[in-house]
T-cell receptor
Framework: AQRVTQPEKLLSVFKGAPVELKCNYS??????LFWYVQYSRQRLQLLLR??SRESIKGFTADLNKGETSFHLKKPFAQEEDSAMYYC????????????FGKGITLSVRP | DVKVTQSSRYLVKRTGEKVFLECVQD?????MFWYRQDPGLGLRLIYF???????EKGDIPEGYSVSREKKERFSLILESASTNQTSMYLC??????????FGPGTRLTVT
């Protein structure tokens, strides 16, 4: 069965510091991976997906199949980045079911 | 801008009550999902539906059932609410690209 592991529950950094939110997965096939974000009092929303290979709000994530990782990175954190972040995986197929990690709270201090 | 709405933002129910949580999407998406979100546990899939009257169990279906009579509406039912079902409940629809779009959530408290 597929699994998504986010090893840390909380990351606290100062504004301007680099950020790396870790995500590891276990799945024998070729998964599609996503990062979702939930800002305070807002709904959970898609941040980025590995297939797009794009940068959103300064965040990037590279799929490393050898290490089965999909870490989220940003070189200079901003206070507005403070939120809960979830990594998610899908096997694809007709039902588009996602498996989520437990999430990590990012706190960016001024 | 596609929207997912949930019938209530906050709900307080008593143990043993039957509870209905409603979710409506305003587009023609086939796949819909119900999750519960708990601190330290992340999002856990309760049930999902890939078409009208179709449903499949997720990872934690015990104590829950669902109904999908119309494509745009997906209901989560707690047959007899218990205190361990106090949680945030999130509804979502899925696209052909596997992205999911979420509603605002219903915070249910069972006393």
């Amino acid at each position: 069965a597929q699994r998504v592991t986010q090893p840390e529950k909380l990351l606290s950094v100062f504004k301007g510091a680099p950020v790396e939110l870790k995500c590891n997965y276990s799945y024998s096939g070729s998964p599609e991976l996503f990062w979702y974000v939930q800002y305070s009092r807002q709904r959970l929303q898609l941040l980025l997906r590995h297939i797009s290979r794009e940068s959103i709000k300064g965040f990037t994530a590279d799929l490393n199949k050898g290490e089965t990782s999909f870490h989220l990175k940003k070189p200079f954190a901003q206070e507005e980045d403070s939120a809960m972040y979830y990594c998610a995986l899908t096997m694809g197929g007709a039902n588009s079911k996602l498996t989520f990690g437990k999430g990590i709270t990012l706190s960016v201090r001024p | 801008d596609v929207k997912v709405t949930q019938s209530s933002r906050y709900l307080v129910k008593r143990t043993g009550e039957k509870v209905f949580l409603e979710c409506v999407q305003d587009m023609d998406h086939e796949n819909m999902f119900w999750y519960r979100q708990d601190p330290g546990l992340g999002l856990r899939l309760i049930y999902f539906s890939y078409d009208v009257k179709m449903k499949e169990k997720g990872d934690i279906p015990e104590g829950y059932s669902v109904s999908r009579e119309k494509k745009e509406r997906f209901s989560l039912i707690l047959e007899s609410a218990s205190t361990n079902q106090t949680s945030m409940y999130l509804c979502a629809y899925g696209t052909s690209g596997y992205e999911q779009y979420f509603g605002p959530g219903t915070r249910l408290t069972v006393t």
